[in-house]
């Protein structure tokens, strides 16, 4: 109550910072899954089609859990948010969805990797088992990590008054990137053995299965919604990210000849999607407590959110080749020079930011133009395009710079 009782400039002030604090701890903190990324260069020459994976497996903690917060934010602002350890509870039915939607989205993103690769004629790949494994198990094991951080974020911001709208993207970006990684070169290990591979594999879709049924035939209300009406776009976010994941494959060359440029990958999309995940929580909660509208031109809030996110990015892209070439230098990666790293990041990051506010805007709007929840909808597809985009801006970036 005492936050809505400051001045509205000042509230959007302090959501500025408070944002774009998380902001640069999220760009920072995604230089663990870049230097992880950089230094595994061999297991992604033995394992064809795993760089391809990446976008779309880190994506999934994005969309999953940053639709958690921002559910959980909207409940903080409307006043019907309870911290309880209840079955029932808004708490437990929210972790139990999102843990049953990360198994079976793995898999399903496994099977459509496979079959993505086909199509577009990438080869040769890992099999079908080996996706399985990989995407599966290395989703599943991140995903108790990044409910544990998404949670105690929400505790944080229910004890000390901030806004979760503006630090639960960021937060879940900084945790999927720095976890995910990780996940999917540990599931790794399990991959390639003639028996054990499709054994699990086989283990990993059953308990998918299993739970998607559970999950969308369950008796508590609040689980069985968020089941039916996620999966459907989490599997249209997936194909969004696996064509992400394609258009930075087909450049591995590059990414291998300048490592530095692996090292500022994860950060680079991870930036755009929290951006856009940020734009679109607080969209949302203005939505639906009425303080913006829904109109084909942006009202005053919503403008104020659009020119927000705008004046963060700018710095935002800058400190990102800024660190990503210390730390690869640091690292012993090799890469363009300074000028050129930071030039990369900054032109392909502006560009994305014109996707950014176009796709967070109209999707959120779509959203609720068609009558569904814009917290669970709006931070998958908004996330998801801007992997799209952001990959295409990088690439983009990087022949513009002359670096290919």
């Known amino acids: 109550m005492q936050a809505l009782s400051r001045p509205r400039w000042l509230r959007e002030l302090l959501a500025v910072r408070s944002a774009f604090a998380a902001l ?4 920072v903190a ?65 972790a139990a969805a999102s843990l049953a939607l990360s198994l079976g989205i793995g898999v399903m993103l496994a099977v459509m990797a496979k079959g993505t690769a086909l199509v577009f004629d990438i080869s040769p790949t890992m099999g079908l088992a080996d996706f399985v494994v990989v995407s599966a198990l290395g989703c599943l094991i991140a995903a108790f990590v990044v409910l544990a951080i998404t949670l105690a974020t929400t505790a944080a911001a229910v004890r000390f008054g901030w806004d979760l709208d503006n630090v639960v993207a960021p937060m879940v970006t900084v945790s999927g990137d720095v976890v995910t990684l990780p996940s999917l070169v540990l599931a790794a290990e399990l991959a390639g053995f003639e028996t054990l591979t499709p054994a699990v594999a086989w283990t990993l879709a059953l308990a998918a299965a ?23 776009v989490l599997l249209v976010a997936g194909l969004l990210d696996l064509v992400a994941g394609i258009t930075v ?27 856009g995940g940020v734009l679109s929580s607080r ?9 913006a509208r829904p109109a084909a031109l942006p009202s005053g ?104």
Do not use: C
């Open 24 to 27: 640069v701890l999220a760009a």
């Open 249 to 275: 494959e087909k450049r591995l060359d590059d990414f291998v000849a300048f490592p530095a440029l692996l090292v500022m990958l994860p950060g680079f999309l991870s930036t755009a999607g929290a951006l």
């Open 210 to 232: 299993a739970s998607a049924v559970w999950g969308l035939r369950s008796r508590l209300a609040e689980l069985r919604r968020i089941m039916r009406e996620s999966i459907p």
């Open 283 to 291: 969209l949302s909660t203005k939505l639906h407590l009425g303080l």
């Open 301 to 404: 809030g919503a403008r104020v959110d659009l020119g927000t996110t705008f004046a963060l990015a700018a710095p935002l892209f800058a400190l990102l080749g800024l660190v990503s070439s210390a730390a690869a230098g640091l690292a012993g990666h090799s890469g363009p020079s300074l000028a050129d790293l930071v030039a990369v990041a900054l032109l392909g990051g502006l560009l994305a930011t014109l996707v950014i506010v176009v796709v967070a805007y109209y999707g959120t709007l779509a959203a609720v133009r068609f009558g569904v929840d814009p917290d669970t909808y709006g931070i998958p597809v908004v996330t998801s395009s801007l992997d799209l985009a952001g990959a295409f801006t990088l690439i983009v970036a990087i022949v513009v710079v002359g670096l290919a």
């Open 30 to 94: 995604s230089l663990v899954a870049g230097l992880i990324l950089a230094s595994i260069t061999d297991t992604l020459e033995e394992l064809p089609g795993l760089l391809l994976l990446v976008p779309a497996a880190i994506a999934v903690k994005g969309n999953i859990f940053g639709a958690l917060g921002s559910r959980l934010g909207t409940a903080i602002h409307a006043g019907t948010f309870r911290l309880s350890r209840r079955r029932d509870s808004l708490v437990s039915q929210n």
